[in-house]
């Protein structure tokens, strides 16, 4: 799926959060996953400034 993907493209990813071991720590994994085209939102994009 990811290589059907373009640039600025937006998707909604649904699926089940779990967790597995790497290199020692905890990190999460997405399983049981649902892609789908979405509409983009009205505001695309949020901006952080750190001050």
Known sequence: MRSELKD?????????????????????LLTD????KAEAPDVAYIYYNNY
């Open 8 to 28: 600025e493209e937006w998707i909604t990813v649904e699926g089940t959060i779990d967790e597995y071991e790497y290199n020692g720590y905890m990190v999460p």
């Open 33 to 36: 996953v649902t892609i789908t």
